[in-house]
């Protein structure tokens, strides 16, 4: 079945960067999205990536896809404490529905 | 506007209590979506309506009961809930749903709504 994996947490200190990584299981997604949520909060759609590209950057997010082996990062460049969060991966399921992975929680130390 | 209002932030009820959440968005999207999340945990699906039509149900007991008036509200009527239903409730929209695989068809989420059954 349709599958989304992501590890649970990461902790960095302010300043370095942030990779969060993701693997997922229907090749045929045509885009993949990064959601965050902060305590007590709804998710807010961070990025998005099409399937037919490698990279996409914008500000200090970078999102990696490598599509052969289903593998999706997004990267926070000089990561900062308002970047304390759950970050989602998430794609479309064959039923309609967008299929979430379980969430990495990133603490960012100062 | 480009936001998803979900009224109210934070419910309390008795498992007797008849209540309703309400979620409204004016960006002209055709799917609507409600989602219960608890804690530390990734949203679950409840139900898809595409076209004020319900297109998905995941199983939801009878006691959630979800409405459609037209292309811009939906509503999630609770009626003798049970203390574990406590959860914060995502209402979302897309442009479609996922069927349809063209254009990036992002999901918009609402803030969320605090339910607290006692």
């Known amino acids: 079945g349709e599958d989304v994996e992501q590890s649970l947490f990461l902790s960095v200190r302010e300043g370095d960067s942030s990779v969060i990584n993701c693997t997922y299981t229907d090749s045929s997604s045509t885009y993949l999205y990064w959601y965050k949520q902060e305590p007590g909060a709804g998710l807010q759609l961070l990025t998005y990536i099409f399937s037919n590209m490698d990279m996409k950057q914008d500000q200090r997010l970078t999102v990696l896809l490598n599509k052969k082996d289903k593998h999706l990062s997004l990267r926070i460049a000089d990561t900062q404490t308002g970047d304390s969060a759950i970050y989602f991966c998430a794609e479309w399921g064959s039923q309609g529905n967008l299929i979430f992975g379980k969430g990495t929680k990133l603490s960012v130390k100062p | 506007d480009t936001e998803v209002t979900q009224t109210p932030k934070h419910l309390v009820m008795g498992m007797t209590n008849k209540k309703s959440l309400k979620c409204e968005q004016h960006m002209g999207h055709r799917a609507m979506y409600w989602y219960k999340q608890k804690a530390k945990k990734p949203p679950e699906l409840m139900f898809v309506y595409s076209y004020e039509k319900l297109s998905i149900n995941e199983s939801v007991p009878s006691r959630f009961s979800p409405e459609c008036p037209n292309s811009s509200l939906l509503n999630l009527h609770l009626h003798a809930l049970q203390p574990e239903d406590s959860a914060l409730y995502l209402c979302?929209?897309?442009?479609?749903?996922?069927?349809?695989?063209?254009?990036?068809?992002?999901?918009?989420f609402g803030a969320g709504s605090r339910l607290t059954v006692l």
């Open positions: 979302a929209s897309s442009q479609d749903t996922g069927r349809v695989r063209s254009g990036a068809n992002v999901l918009t």
